[in-house]
Every structure is written in C-alpha cells, then in structure tokens.
C-alpha cells in the first residue's frame, strides 16, 4: 500500500517541515488542495448535503503547482500532487504549463488530481460559468494531455480553440498521471474513462464501497483516509482495489511529525 500525507489539513507553516518528514519516513506521496478565490458572499459557499459554507473567505490561498514546486527543492522521493486542482477554471495553457513545469523541476514527481469544483461563487468571480464546469474539465484534460505528450498541437472544441502551437518542455514523465476526484457519476466516469485513477473524498472502508461498485474494476483508486483504526485495516482497503491511502495521523499542527514518524513504524511505511 501507498501512503500519502494531505498538507491542506495542517496549518501553511507546517507543510515545509512536514513535506521532508514524509519524504524522508517514506511515505509515497504529500497533497495540496487549491482554490482559487473565495468571495465574502457565503450564500453561494454552501457545501453540498450540508447547511453550512465550506469556505471562510479570509483563508490563506496559495497556488498549488507552485508550491509543490518549492517543496519539490526540499524533498528528493516524495511524490507532489494536487487534490484536487480546479483544471477547467483556467486555460488548458495555464494548467500544462504549471504541471509540466512542477514534473521538470521535480525530476517526475508530479500527480495532476483534478475536480470540477462544488463552490459556485469561485467560478462566477471568475466569469467561468458554473454549469459548464464538468465539461470544460474533459475538454482540459485532452488538450492538457495532448500539449505534454504531441510535437505540435492545434485544437478546436466546444470551449477552447487554437491554432497550431508548440509546448516545450515537456513533462518528464511519459505519462503524466491524471486522477479525478469527485463522487458524482460524472465524476466516476471521468475517472474510468479519461483520467489514471480516482481520488475519493474521506471514507471508511464501508463508506467508500458503493462508489468504487459504481466506478468498476480497474480503475486505480486513492482514498481519504483520515480514521484507519490499525494496521490490520490496510489489507481490506487493498482487498477493495485501493492502491493508495492518504492519513491524518494527527489532530495538531504542532503534532503532525511525530504522528507521522508513529505511523510509519505502526504501518510499515517505507519497510
């Protein structure tokens, strides 16, 4: 099993300390979540199936790519993944070049997990319409995939139009991994049909079971994680075709290394 290390969970000033101490305990993997605007108007932030804004518009916001670029510089094994990075919200340009250029500097560690997005407001502000957001994603990934891996790239679609162009460099890896994160059919399609995997939301064992029969077999699967009782769990998760479990084996900040290294000894990691 794979483990990986979700940064978003932990306060900005711990990502640094944390990114190196997964890098060198073992773990496979650290992730950034990404926004890229929140507005003060929370009626449009109500998160699906709850009552409650998912946002607080005053939240530290950073661009993720980019960050991952940095830690790229403080860690040598660790892979560096978004989860998940709001692709469609931008130009298919803006988005390969800032994958391809974590992958350069990264020496091939990045993973591009990719959603279309709940928040409404975020797309409005940016004069993105919302109800689009799911196809304007299966638009970016194929002209995102096209510019890391064909010479020359012309396109015209239903959202994005060009004309022949170059796109140097190119990723290091030959096949860049793409994972969708969502829970909605369409995002379960996306996952099987377009992409390198599925991302889920947090789950138990039991919680996650009825998504992974609705997205079938096949499909490599990273899974939320947050609540693993023992080590004795992870063979379940790997019976249902898990191949990656991103934990939160603490509840502070402040915690987040020594929980990390406990876990590490608990679970193997890096054995």
Known sequence: MKFGVPLGLLHPAAWKDVAVAADELGFESVWLPEHLIFTTDLSLAVYPGTS???????????DAPAYLCWLAAHTSRV????????????????SARAFATLDVVSSGRAICGVGAGWYRGEWEAAGVPFGTRGARLDEAIEVVRRLWSEPVVAHTGTFYSFPEVAFEPKPVQRRLPVLAGGESAAALRRAARLCDGWISMPHTIES???????????????????ELASPDEVPAWAGLGVERLIVRPWTRSRDAVSRLAAFAADYGVGG
């Open 52 to 62: 409650d804004p998912g946002i607080k518009p005053a939240t530290p916001l950073f």
């Open 79 to 94: 892979r560096l993944g978004t989860a998940v990075q709001l692709l469609a919200l931008r130009h298919p340009f803006v």
């Open 208 to 226: 996650i079971k009825p998504q992974l029969d609705r997205l079938g077999p096949g499909v490599p699967v990273t899974a939320h994680a947050y």
